[in-house]
């Protein structure tokens, strides 16, 4: 099955849940609405011909002007050797998504990078908690409107720039 193909059998199945362009690239990319994200990630797994064993990677992008995060999943099929790329976008204020980490167990760890430096949150997550800023910090570094505070537990966060030597 080509990719062209599974994007035909995904519209077919699912309807406008998925979008109706395909963009070509390395990793062909289509839009699928945010709260379906892990019904269209179970039927790319489980369905024959598809067979996306493999969540390569999830990352997440702050468009602060379009007042939105988007969410990237990346997929893989060993058995076809063939990729696609999901987008899911969901409201900066309050980012919530439906967890894809029963679909794939990576994703425990990829949904937690995500929620801790942009804020996302996973829903039925079965541990969704910071992994990489420590659990009493505020705000999500990688957001567009984020502020480093001056420190941190009478700890300073300034240092000087290593370009200056």
């Not at 599974?6 to 609405?33: F, M, Q």
């Not at 999830?58 to 990237?72: F, G, N, Q, T, W």
């Not at 829903?123 to 969704?128: A, F, V």
């Amino acid at each position: 099955m080509t990719i062209a193909e599974i994007h035909r059998l995904l519209r077919e199945r699912l309807g406008t849940i998925v979008s109706d362009d395909l963009r070509d690239a390395e990793w062909p990319l289509c839009d699928v609405r945010g709260q379906s994200i892990a019904e269209v990630c179970a039927m790319l797994r489980d369905e024959p011909g598809c067979d996306f064993d493999c969540l390569s990677n999830l990352s997440a992008v702050d468009r602060k002007s379009d007042d939105a995060i988007e969410v990237y999943y990346h997929l893989f099929s060993y058995r076809h050797r063939h990729r696609l790329a999901l987008r899911a976008t969901t409201p900066r204020p309050d980012p919530i998504l439906p967890s894809v980490a029963q679909v794939w167990p990576i994703a425990n760890w990829l949904e937690r990078e995500a929620f801790d430096l942009l804020g996302v949150r996973f829903t039925g997550h079965p541990d969704l908690r910071r992994i990489l800023m420590p659990e009493d910090w505020v705000g999500h570094p990688l957001r567009k409107d984020f502020v480093e505070p001056d420190e941190y537990h009478g700890i300073s966060t300034r240092r000087e720039s290593l370009l200056k030597l």
